[in-house]
């Protein structure tokens, strides 16, 4: 049964993925429900483990959740595929850091680390323009479908270097 569940989620993650690519010439339609933010991250995570992935997520949520909003979970899933696939890719697959928390201001946050090589000055500045990438293989959807995500959730998403040394973090 725990299987089938895996492939009812990801049956409707497709549906999702779809909804992304069309969200290029239509708005996409959202499916709003009360999500807490570290729980909806820690089943991700999970779901992972499950299908034996080799790359390592370091989780934590910091205290002070429950961290509740509203959104679409199977969106906020493929924005952080795509955060992660990036990530994994810029390090070489090795260790990524995922925070779930709050700034001082209230504002609840999700925070992708990599210890990559990061991006320059003026490659940052375009990272969400679609078809923008700095891989020999990407295709430049994966952060621009993001940042789409985000907005679309009214949110905000910010890239900058990964503060004590090399690396990029998306928050």
């Known amino acids: 049964l725990a299987e089938i569940d895996l492939i009812l989620h990801y049956c409707i993650r497709c549906t ?4 992304n690519l069309l969200r290029f010439g239509k ?4 499916k709003i ?5 570290g729980a909806c991250m820690l089943a991700y995570h999970e779901r992972r483990e499950h299908l034996n992935c080799e790359k390592k997520i370091n989780l934590s949520i910091q205290p002070g959740g429950p961290y509740f909003t509203r959104g679409d979970r199977y969106q906020l899933e ?7 696939d990036n990530a994994f890719e810029s390090n070489g697959n090795q260790l990524v850091e995922v925070i779930v928390g709050a700034d001082p201001d209230g504002r609840y946050f999700i925070r992708f680390t990599d210890y ?7 490659e940052a500045d375009k990272a969400f323009e679609l078809f ?3 891989k020999q293989t990407g295709s430049g959807l994966g952060l621009t479908v993001a940042y789409s995500i985000v907005r679309n ?9 990964r503060e004590g040394g090399p690396g990029t973090t998306f928050t």
């Open 16 to 19: 999702s993925t779809i909804d």
């Open 27 to 30: 708005p996409a339609k959202l």
């Open 33 to 37: 429900e009360t999500i807490e933010l």
């Open 78 to 84: 493929q924005m952080f595929d795509n955060l992660l």
């Open 116 to 122: 990559g090589k990061g991006f320059k000055d003026d």
């Open 132 to 134: 923008f990438t700095t």
């Open 153 to 161: 959730h009214g949110g905000t998403i910010e890239v900058g270097p």
